[in-house]
């Protein structure tokens, strides 16, 4: 072991500089800078190099975390870069939103000690942010290449790792998006203070020099049909994530001024990218100037009261009927959010959507105050009402940011042979991660429901290696007959 490491004792935990708030709410632009070459080594020198690494046991890949941490303090970083790729698809993105906290962070020995843990997530950014920086990052080529072909619909985390693995064993690789731009929720649904889009799209970029064929603008079950696509390709993977919003069905629901937060998400995230949208101009779906509420506590709802305070909200409130201990959303973009301007309202559900004007638009948000009641089967305390609590909250837009829910896939693909869960994901083989059909096989939020990009990455890794066996022993038994 490097006699650099170990260097908790003296070497303080240090994250990138965060901009402050005053300036960072005035653009869309990442909130943290990059680790300047000493501060990463000297932070990557503090790792204990555990026995039994628990930052690694807790990390949805795997990572080798201590040996690209003993990498990158000693200065090896082209190894530490060859390392960290060798498990993950895209570490530039974990190393930006993986919610560390609860994940390699949260599990580093130091942490729990006195010392806090190392700041693995930044340490990873830096790794890979320098291996683009000078040229490390270089297009697949494949030792061989395959004639057998895989459609992928969806062109998410979970597509995007798939279609990398499968051009590294040479297949001929084709993904299917909906939208205009490959990402999926990296580019529409996630604001650029979290992930600037250009990260996004030097990597859709290198997969095409490295000779994936993207189809955007291309619904499957409407532009073409799933039948067509599998006839097209020797394999199929499902990576298409969950869209279906649950909304509120409190009175009022129906008003004008009461949007779902992906679809506030996305314009925000396509007018940041330069294209032109009428609900935004129009002022529907732009926060500028008004009293905006959003109604949740997770990821979601964190980057919608983040994107109105960049807005130019007038004033920005998160409704939550919980409080902060129990809520899903990342403490760290509490936090940051706080920093920002946004008011937490915790402990509060909504009750009805007020209308107080002539026309149909959205008023106000009547709230009752909750409380923690007993704990549930699952052992999370469940919130009730407080009676005669009630309070208004005035309102002219209401995000709804409530979770999201499978769309009806077999009655989109036209595939009532697709099995599903009781939830609407996909049924899956435990191990091979094939569909009900043969030869289709599913990954990422369709199959797990709501999650993170680091999962999906995993899963879309593994499905591209059983993929791999599944068209190889069709190879061998096609050559035996
Ligand atoms: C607002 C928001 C913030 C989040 N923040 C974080 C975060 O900070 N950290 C984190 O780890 N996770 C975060 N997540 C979760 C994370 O984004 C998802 O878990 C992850 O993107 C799932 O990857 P996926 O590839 O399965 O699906 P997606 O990213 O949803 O990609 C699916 C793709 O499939 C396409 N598609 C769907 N149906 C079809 C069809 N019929 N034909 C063609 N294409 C289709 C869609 O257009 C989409 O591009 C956030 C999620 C949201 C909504
Ligand atoms: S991928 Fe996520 S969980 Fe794993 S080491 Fe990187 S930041 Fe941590």
Not at 170 to 184: A, E, L, P, S, T
Not at 424 to 445: C, E, I, N, Q, Y
């Amino acid at each position: 072991m490097s006699s650099k490491m170990l260097q908790f004792t003296h070497i303080e935990q240090q994250s990138p500089d965060k901009r402050a708030a005053e300036t960072r709410k005035q653009d869309f632009n990442e909130i943290y800078g990059g680790f300047q070459d000493d501060r990463a080594t000297g932070q990557a020198s503090r790792c204990e190099q555990c026995g039994i690494p628990f930052c690694s046991v807790h990390c949805p890949l795997g990572n080798h975390i201590p040996d690209w941490l003993m990498l990158t303090a000693n200065g090896r970083l082209e190894e530490a870069y060859a390392l960290s790729s060798s498990t993950n698809s895209m570490p530039e993105v974990c190393g930006r939103i993986c919610p560390q906290d609860r994940l390699c962070e949260g599990s580093c020995v130091l942490e729990q000690s006195r010392h806090r843990s190392v700041t693995i997530g930044a340490v990873e950014k830096y790794i890979t942010d320098t291996a683009w920086e000078k040229g490390w990052v270089q297009p697949i080529v494949p030792t061989e290449e395959r004639s057998e072909s895989v459609g992928i619909i969806g062109g998410g985390p979970a597509g995007l790792a798939a279609a990398e693995q499968l051009r590294m064993q040479g297949f001929q690789v084709h993904v299917y998006d909906r939208y205009d731009r490959m990402g999926g929720l990296l580019v529409y649904g996630i604001p650029g203070f979290k992930l600037e889009k250009d990260v996004i799209a030097r990597r859709v970029d290198l997969l095409e020099r490295s000779g994936v064929v993207f189809h955007p603008n291309t619904d499957i079950g409407k532009t073409v049909t799933f039948a067509e696509l599998r006839s097209r390709h020797d394999s199929i993977l499902i990576a298409t994530g969950v869209y279906k919003a649950r909304a509120l069905t409190i009175p009022g629901a129906g008003l004008t001024g009461v949007h779902k937060a992906l679809d506030y998400l996305i314009t925000s995230n396509k007018v940041s990218l330069g294209d032109s949208i009428d609900a935004y101009t129009s002022g529907e779906l732009n926060a500028a100037g008004k009293d905006v509420v959003v109604i949740g506590g997770g990821d979601t709802a964190m980057d919608c009261v983040r994107t109105a305070i960049r807005q130019g909200a007038k004033s920005v409130k998160c409704l939550y009927r919980r409080d902060r201990d129990n809520m899903p959303g990342s403490q760290r973009e509490v936090a940051n959010a706080e920093e920002e301007g946004v008011e937490f309202v915790w402990l509060a559900a909504p009750e009805a959507l007020l209308n107080e004007g002539t026309d149909q638009a959205v008023s106000g948000v009547r709230c009752i105050r909750m409380h923690l009641g007993v704990a549930d089967a699952s052992g999370r305390q469940s919130p009730e009402p407080t009676p005669g609590s009630q309070f208004v909250l005035p309102a002219d837009l209401v995000i709804e940011a409530l979770g999201f829910e499978p769309e009806d896939l077999p009655a989109m693909f036209g595939e009532a042979d697709l099995t599903v869960t009781r939830w609407g994901t996909l049924k899956t083989h435990p191990r091979t991660l094939m569909t009900s059909l043969d030869g289709v096989f599913a990954a990422g939020d369709i199959v797990r429901g709501a999650s993170l990009v680091v999962w999906g990455i995993r899963d879309g890794r593994d499905a591209a290696a059983s993929i791999g066996r599944y068209l190889n022993e069709k190879a061998v038994a096609q050559a035996a007959e």
